[in-house]
């Protein structure tokens, strides 16, 4: 059996890297990554929230970092080049602790095609990981583990809403193997746009120049109280490390998705079923798909749709956003502009697939 090990890198294409040495400094992204597109997005909410006290980041690493674990990922692949054979890859990267009944909180593209997931706490005890659900559409993932509640320590998910540019933060996880790895910086942006491993926009990302990489992908990035605002996902780098610009899938989405995964072991996206582009005053529908809640509402191609439940659109990300805080079987008015006359539609949405 042919038998590569890679680490994952704090990259949503990191699952599809080919193979490099065990320790191996830099891995090339070359060939099998592509860039993060990156566009700034109005945050859903930049107010400032009164924070606790502020604490310095060795009491945050004393704090947490027993609540961060290693997960090494064993997958199985039939796509070998020689006949008859299948190749195997392992794979590791970073969680942490979610609740006191043993689940972990990742990226789903740390497990996906996951054979056999091992999670390792700071202690050096190891276990079992069964992957409860993954959600391709927010690179969110939980994993179980039978371990004893003294271990079960869960962090606190604050809210990735009141983030501010240049506070600080601070990242750990377990880059190239390096357990307990802390680092710290600044919030670099807010309202960032990356995307997920289906392809899906991730709005309001965090990015951070906090040194995140290979390994670090599905670690938590924490804010100077200690809260998680974030995991940390992506990189956007030419030469497969980090080179200062760093993101995090949002800790609000975080605990939706998390909340669903661990109920249900799935995550329900709601949708419209258009496609649209940017316009002046709204977003324009460029295609409308059949049979959609949008198509059945009587939406057409060229509309432009200038708000949803009386919230103004002004980007088609700012569409996404409002789209996605609903659920499937939601019933929302949106209005449109068509032909200089304004009309506003009840639009029932539907469930979207990854």
Do not use: C
């Not at 090990?5 to 400094?25: K, P, Y």
């Not at 592509?34 to 945050?43: D, I, N, S, W």
């Not at 880059?175 to 926009?201: K, M």
């Amino acid at each position: 059996m042919a038998r590569t090990r890679n680490r994952v890198v704090a990259a949503v294409a990191a699952a599809a890297l080919a193979g490099g040495a065990v320790g191996a400094i830099a891995v090339s992204l070359t060939s099998h990554s592509r860039t993060t597109t990156v566009r700034t997005v109005a945050p859903a909410n930049s107010a400032n929230i009164a924070s606790s006290s502020t604490l310095t980041v060795a009491e945050i690493a004393k704090k947490w970092s027993s609540s961060v674990v290693e997960l090494t990922v064993d997958s199985r692949s039939s796509n070998s080049p020689f006949p008859g054979s299948s190749g195997s890859s392992t794979a590791e990267g970073s969680g942490f602790v979610y609740d006191t009944k043993g689940d972990i909180v990742t990226n789903q593209h740390v497990v996906e095609g996951a054979a056999s997931i091992s999670v390792r706490f700071r202690n050096g005890s190891t276990y079992k990981g069964t992957l409860v659900g993954q959600d391709p559409s927010t690179d969110v993932a939980v994993v179980h583990v039978n371990a004893p509640v003294s271990l079960l320590v869960p962090v606190t998910l604050g809210d990735s809403s009141a983030v501010q540019i240049g506070e600080g933060v601070v990242a750990i996880g377990d880059p190239y193997g390096l357990v307990d790895t802390v680092t710290s910086g600044i919030v670099s942006a807010t309202g960032r746009e990356i995307q997920a491993p289906d392809g899906t926009p991730i709005e309001n990302a965090i990015q951070t120049d906090a040194p995140i990489n290979h390994g670090n992908s599905g670690g938590p990035l924490l804010d100077m109280q200690g809260d998680v605002i974030g995991i940390t996902s992506q990189i956007q780098s030419d030469s497969g490390v980090f080179d200062g610009i760093g993101f995090a899938v949002p800790s609000n989405l975080v605990a939706q998705i998390a909340l669903e995964l661990v109920a249900t072991g799935t995550a329900k996206h709601a949708e419209m079923g258009v496609f649209v582009g940017p316009a002046a005053n709204g977003a324009r529908v460029s295609r409308v798909r059949s049979g959609s809640g949008a198509a059945r509402a009587g939406i057409q191609l060229g509309d432009v749709i200038t708000s949803v439940g009386g919230v103004k659109v002004t980007t088609p990300q700012r569409l996404r956003a409002l789209i996605e805080a609903h659920q499937p079987g939601d019933t929302v008015q949106v209005t449109i502009l068509r032909a200089g006359a304004t009309r506003t539609l009840a639009v029932t949405l539907g469930n979207r697939t990854s």
